[in-house]
């Protein structure tokens, strides 16, 4: 197969899409590839271009992958359609296979993308050669080269052909499936292979077998569980239709070994849950422990005569216990947000805005904080939901906490794209600034004793993680285009209402 194909990438950021393109240059391709990021120039570049693979980012402001891949599935065009998100949820990702996504890989697992790529362009040139084959008009020739795409077949799909309750063509990856040989398997009835079905499967297998010779349906996408020859349990994603084979109607039966994604999405889930369990035990336990702690704490500020040093020392270690219990509920926001995606609705910027600020001011109430804002009542409306306070929150937070100045300024303005039919909110400080070669890593916890910039970063990897969820985008500025020293600028961009 040759390393020059033509990859069509649906992304609304370069970088993202450009590291794409290292990772398959890096692995021997020599791709020829287009970019787009919106609808109309999506379906220009599906009539106008032949594609080998398309590579879809979920989550594009006013586009994405759900609405690519139905796009895709209205022209009919065999193309393989593999997601590529950070953010997608379980359940969102089931829905996107079952309407007919062939993968989805999350971006930052490298590993699984390239061999993603491969399985597919194989699985394609597999299905292209079996439509050429039955296009032919000789039945001999079609029946002969049919065999040889059987044979040619991807090394993960195991193929056989089922005729009159025997078993009369196989492939060596269908024996492998099962653990056996290929000769005892050509030897085998088609109740044989039925017999290695799990029991609780059996039935409904049958079941569906027997809708499809009866014509009932046309094809049928089955999953059971299959007895292998040394005792395992195979997970089995398998796909039967009725062929013409050798003058005689018979069903040609397509088998996939998925144990190893069966396995990937229970694991997955039972971390899910561990993760629900810890999160409880931190949100309950050690609450109470940190309300203990800092009532200790206060009750030793309300000692008669202690030293300056000692007091400075008491005041830091409730700091450090506050920080504390906000890790504890950016950890639960985190994994609500993570099973439970949110349900988008036309929210007012300005209530959430000033409920943000309002806390804020209360857990810093010494800071004299000039802000400003264009944002009014029902001014700007967007596509969110309550969790919008957390994105305001830990941008306001960290504008003034990091503030060069006991004086802290703070902008925060909106505009609207009406073309686009976003809204754009920046809020601005006048701070010591992020330098370009860490505005990348902004959203990531960065270490502040490290970087010697803008703390831990959970508060604002929860911002990204929220503004994500809404489809949106947020990235960071400088205040003053020429230098960072003037302060920081982060934007965020979302669908408007």
């Given at each position: ?12 950021s ?35 271009k ?42 969102d ?6 309407s ?9 697992n ?13 699985a394609?040139e597999?299905r ?39 078993i ?15 000769k ?15 029991p609780d ?22 999953e ?17 239709v ?44 050690l ?38 219990t ?9 994994i ?11 929210t ?11 806390k ?19 001014s ?19 504008a ?35 330098p ?11 270490d ?20 994500d ?29």
């Amino acid at each position: 197969m040759s390393n020059r194909h033509h990859f069509l990438i649906v992304e609304d950021s370069e970088d993202d899409a450009l590291m794409v393109i290292l990772e398959l240059r890096d692995n021997g391709f020599d791709p020829i590839y287009e970019l787009v990021n919106d609808s109309d120039s999506y379906k220009l570049a599906l009539e106008q271009k032949e594609w080998d693979i398309i590579i879809c980012d979920y989550n594009i402001p006013g586009f994405g992958g759900g609405e690519a891949l139905r796009i895709l599935k209205e022209t009919k065009l065999d193309v393989p359609f593999i997601l590529l998100s950070g953010t997608i949820g379980e359940e969102d990702a089931v829905k996107m296979m079952k309407s007919g996504a062939d993968d989805y890989i999350m971006k930052g697992n490298k590993t699984r993308l390239i061999p993603a790529i491969k399985r597919e362009l194989k699985a394609v040139e597999t299905r292209r050669m079996v439509q050429e084959a039955q296009t032919r008009a000789e039945k001999k020739q079609l029946q002969s080269e049919m065999k040889f795409s059987y044979l040619a077949a991807n090394s993960l799909l195991g193929i056989a052909i089922l005729q009159n309750n025997q078993i009369v063509f196989a492939n060596e990856v269908f024996a492998g499936i099962t653990g056996h040989s290929l000769k005892d398997i050509l030897k085998e009835t088609s109740s044989d292979h039925w017999f290695r079905i799990h029991p609780d499967d059996i039935d409904y297998v049958k079941k569906s077998i027997a809708m499809l010779e009866s014509r009932e349906i046309a094809e049928q996408h089955l999953e059971y569980r299959l007895l292998h020859k040394n005792g395992d349990i195979k997970n089995i994603e398998a796909f039967s239709v009725i062929v013409d084979y050798e003058e005689s109607l018979a069903i040609q039966l397509t088998q996939i070994d998925i144990t190893e994604r069966v396995i990937a999405q229970r694991e997955l889930m039972q971390a899910l849950d561990r993760a629900d369990f810890f999160v409880d035990l931190m949100g309950h336990d050690l609450s109470n422990i940190n309300q203990a702690v800092s009532l200790s704490l206060e009750l030793c500020l309300d000692a008669p005569s202690i030293s300056e040093e000692l007091e400075e020392d008491i005041e830091d270690a409730l700091f450090q216990v506050k920080r504390s219990t906000e890790l504890i509920t950016s950890v639960k926001k985190f994994i609500k947000l993570e099973k439970l995606p949110p349900k988008l609705k036309p929210t007012d910027i300005e209530p959430i805005l000033f409920s943000a600020l309002k806390k804020v001011k209360s857990e810093i109430p010494d800071a004299s904080i000039k802000f400003k804002t264009n944002i009014t009542p029902k001014s700007f409306v967007v596509q969110a939901d309550e969790n919008l306070v957390d994105v305001f929150y830990a941008l306001l937070s960290n504008a003034i906490k990091y503030s060069k100045e006991d004086s802290v300024k703070v902008d925060v303005l909106a505009k609207r794209d009406e073309q686009a039919n976003m809204i754009t909110v920046s809020c601005s400080d006048y701070g010591k600034g992020i330098p370009d070669e860490l505005k990348d890593f902004l959203f990531s916890r960065i270490d502040k004793r490290k970087e010697g910039y803008w703390g831990s970063g959970v508060g604002l990897t929860l911002a990204k993680y929220i503004i994500d969820t809404y489809n949106g985008s947020i990235w960071i500025e400088n205040r003053v285009p020429e230098t960072y020293e003037s302060g920081a600028k982060i934007v965020f961009k979302l669908l408007q209402s």
